[in-house]
């Protein structure tokens, strides 16, 4: 079925079109990589995985409750409108709070390939391209994972969060080179492996248990590159608003709410 007829809401314009500025860059010097990045290189090609047949999609998911959420993890638990719901409102709200979050998961990762793609393009080392390579293809791997979960299992897709999107079109927008390589490593990633790991580490039913311990392997993979990276040329309120994005999607609430 197509995603257009699964969305809670409409997503607007069927593409995001994000003006690219900067320079593709060639490297004619093919022999002159940094070894560890030579190394994650060789690892990515390793240990790439095919979700078709490493996950198994026969797990059943009860689309009302996917994640096994306990009522009191519930973001209206506690509140005068918990008490009046009934026990099908109730399913549904957990069907939907679900499907956002790994809705924000499919366009993150949507996100983390094309900016890995991008680095594949103007980086000016190879070995930077080689790695960034390797990782284009994971999220493109993981992208897939995500959508076929929500097509599948829940029949329920969210458009992008704005905080999201801001951050990813911002990180796309820069013109130097190594912002999309900061942008993604050092926030989208960090982002990523603290919401994945969060509802890994809370959720006992199998598929999306085994869905995040697989990806959670090759992002982990993915912030070693970061560590490599010297985060602290990352401005302080960078940092702040990729903080913020990832407690909107632990929590489904924006920090002020
Ligand atoms: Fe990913
Ligand atoms: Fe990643």
């Known amino acids: 079925m197509a995603t257009h007829d699964l969305y809670a809401k409409g997503p607007g314009e069927p593409h995001w079109q994000v003006p690219a500025t900067g320079a593709a860059r060639f490297a004619w010097e093919y022999d002159d990589g940094r070894d560890r990045l030579l190394a994650l290189y060789q690892k990515g090609k390793d240990k790439q995985w095919d979700g078709r047949k490493r996950i198994d999609w026969d797990l059943e998911v009860d689309p009302y409750d996917p994640l096994g959420t306990p009522e009191e993890a519930m973001i209206l638990h506690g509140t005068p409108y918990w008490s009046r719901m009934t026990d099908r409102d109730k399913g549904e709200l957990r069907r939907h709070f679900a499907s956002w979050q790994f809705s924000q998961f499919l366009h993150g990762e949507q996100g983390a390939m094309i900016c890995a793609a991008r680095i594949v393009e103007c ?63 050092v926030l989208i990633e960090g982002l990523a492996l603290a919401a994945f790991g969060m509802i890994r580490d809370t959720t006992h039913k199998p598929l999306p248990r085994q869905i995040l311990a697989y990806v959670m392997q090759d992002e982990a993979r993915h912030e070693e590159v970061a560590e490599r990276l010297d985060a602290e040329r990352f401005a302080t309120e960078e940092r702040e608003r990729a903080a913020e994005v990832e407690q909107t999607i632990e929590t489904g609430r924006t920090p002020d709410a």
């Open 123 to 185: 980086a000016p080392d190879l070995d930077a391209k080689f790695y960034s390579a390797t990782q284009t293809m994971d999220e493109a791997r993981h992208a897939e994972i995500y959508a076929r979960f929500l097509h599948e299992k829940i029949g329920l897709v969210y458009p992008i969060d704005d905080n999201l999107r801001s951050l990813l079109g911002d990180t796309l927008r820069d013109s130097r080179w190594d912002m999309p390589y900061l942008g993604m490593q």
